[in-house]
Each structure stands twice: as structure tokens, then as C-alpha cells.
């Protein structure tokens, strides 16, 4: 779709020369698709940052061993790539949360061009609830280095997004990068998501982490405004889902869209966090059985 609005388009990252009336653009995806920016309105110009020259993916050494730096315009195809990488800083073994990566990346449920034209910053920056890789940086426990007028910062992914199409990022800011700790890819994680319709939009996208043997944190999107984050130790059914009800509650109750009705997203999240609760803790948690493996909450598709 045309963005009819649009009077100059500038290869550009550089936050001082950004005005009012601009909009940042990597992929565009959605804003060629909406015919408009969702998060700030009609743009006059778009500053493309696609030509910054960042490499899609790096990891650094720092004081914890090492960590993983992504790009705001690494594409969604070089982020489901990245368990089968050479390149990785220890045995694949080592590195279980890597595990989640093609699962969340599927979650897209779009076409192969999309994912090559799709980015991580703004699948971030669009903060629409079912945006699979908010669900999966959150649940890594990623911060982002944001870039502005007035210089840089960081501040964690579960908490740049605020609300449907509504950020935490100033005026003239942009997403330079997302740095993933070497703890969250060292942990076991267990994935689960469900929709309405076989190819449709998530409706409760759910990713555990276990951090201790007795503990998962438990990251709730796609059924929420925002990312929710649990964590949870030796729970049972009923006490973990009192308190995810208690956390929703107490920041505005369950999406609601065409794409689901709060009381079954409210549902599906229950039964989805029962699963990776027993997957995590089989020895603790009073989930369900043969949760293990499992990646979507269809009883028909069982995986």
C-alpha cells in the first residue's frame, strides 16, 4: 500500500537529523501494509536505517563470557538461522534457549519474502501484542541500546513496549540493537501458542524460562497488552494462575481483538502456562501430561 503522506524518503540513523513528522523505517512491512505509521500517525518523511552497514548478529565477550548483540534491521530470516550457525560461542548444547528461536520466528505465520524483509527493531518498535519477537527478547531478558537526540541508553524489552502500538521511545529515538545475556541462552525454555485459526495471529504467546531448579520465569504475550513476566517458584496450577490474573488485572485485563475474546485468551493462557510449567518442573508443577515437545496449544495438531 502507498503511504501517500510520505514527501521525501532519506537512508538515514543518525537521531539529529530527525524532525517532526518523520518516522523511522527498517523492514516497513507494517507501514507499507497499515499505509501509515500505527505508532506515530501519517509520516512526511521516512529516515531508512536499513543502509547502516550493522551486522545482523555478534557476540561479545564481556564479564559473564559472552553475549549476543542484535541488530535492529537483522532480518527475521537471519534470526531463524542462528541455532545452526557455526559460529556460536560454545557447543550447541550448551545453549538450550537457542532452542525457541524457529519456534517463535514461525510464529510470524508469514510468507518466505516477508522474513526476508521483516526486522527484529521493528517488530519491536510496532509493539503490536502478538509480535513474536518482543515475546522472544522478553522472555531472553534482552535490553535495547536506543539511540536519540540526547544520546544513547538501554532499558529491557518487557519494558520499552507499553501498550498496543505504544513504546517507551522519545521523540526521535530509534532502536540501534538488543544485547541477549549469556544466562538466558544457557536455560532450558519451553514454547507454547495458539490462535484462533491454524495460520493465524497469535492469541497467547507463552515462553518459560527455567532459571533455578525449583523456578521458571514465564513471559506472557499476544493475550496481554504487554509483555507479563512471572517468576514462579514450585508453583502449582493454582497458585501460578492466580497470579497471572492478578497481573493482568492490575495493568488493564486481557486483549481483546478480533483475533481472540479476552475470557478464552484468559483460558489459553492458563492451559498454555500449565504445559510449560510440567514441561519445566514435571516434578513440581500440577500441569498437564505428555507436555513435553509440544509447541502449539491445538489438541488437533498435538505439536
Not at 565477550?61 to 557455526?86: F, H
Not at 526476508?116 to 519477537?133: D, E, I, K, R, Y
Amino acid at each position: 500500500m502507498d503511504v501517500t503522506s510520505v514527501e521525501e524518503v532519506l537512508m538515514c540513523a543518525d537521531p539529529g537529523r530527525w524532525r517532526p513528522g518523520d518516522s523511522w523505517l527498517a523492514g516497513g512491512t507494517v507501514i507499507y501494509s497499515y499505509g501509515t505509521d500505527i505508532t506515530r500517525g501519517a509520516p512526511t518523511r521516512l529516515l531508512d536505517i536499513t543502509g547502516a552497514g550493522w551486522a545482523p548478529l555478534t557476540w561479545h565477550p564481556d564479564a559473564d563470557g559472552w553475549s549476543l548483540e542484535i541488530a535492529a534491521t537483522c532480518r527475521i530470516a537471519d534470526v531463524y538461522a542462528l541455532p545452526a550457525r557455526v559460529d556460536l560461542p560454545a557447543p550447541r548444547t550448551e545453549l538450550p534457549g537457542l532452542d525457541i528461536v524457529t519456534r517463535a520466528c514461525d510464529a510470524f505465520v508469514a510468507s518466505w519474502k516477508i522474513w526476508h524483509v521483516s526486522t527484529v527493531g521493528g517488530n519491536v518498535a510496532t509493539a503490536l501484542p502478538a509480535g513474536p519477537m518482543i515475546s522472544l527478547l522478553s522472555a531472553w531478558d534482552a535490553d535495547a541500546l536506543i539511540l536519540g537526540p540526547g544520546g544513547e541508553r538501554r532499558t529491557p524489552v518487557a519494558e520499552l513496549v507499553l501498550a498496543p502500538a505504544r513504546t517507551g521511545l522519545g521523540e526521535g529515538e530509534l532502536i540501534r540493537s538488543f544485547r541477549v545475556p549469556t544466562k538466558s541462552l544457557s536455560e532450558t525454555a519451553a514454547f507454547r501458542r495458539i490462535s484462533l485459526t491454524e495460520r493465524g495471529r497469535s492469541a497467547a504467546l507463552l515462553i518459560g524460562r527455567r532459571t533455578a531448579p525449583d523456578t521458571v520465569r514465564l513471559t506472557v504475550t499476544a493475550s496481554t497488552f504487554r509483555p507479563i513476566q512471572l517468576d514462579l517458584f514450585r508453583p502449582d496450577a493454582g497458585r501460578w494462575r492466580d497470579a497471572v490474573d492478578a497481573a493482568v488485572d492490575a495493568d488493564g485485563g486481557w486483549y481483546d481483538d478480533i483475533h481472540g475474546a479476552p475470557s478464552w485468551r484468559r483460558l489459553m493462557t492458563h492451559r498454555l502456562g500449565d504445559e510449560i510449567l510440567a514441561e519445566l518442573l514435571p516434578d513440581v508443577a500440577t500441569g498437564v501430561d505428555d507436555a513435553i515437545g509440544r509447541d502449539s496449544g491445538d489438541l488437533r495438531n498435538g505439536a
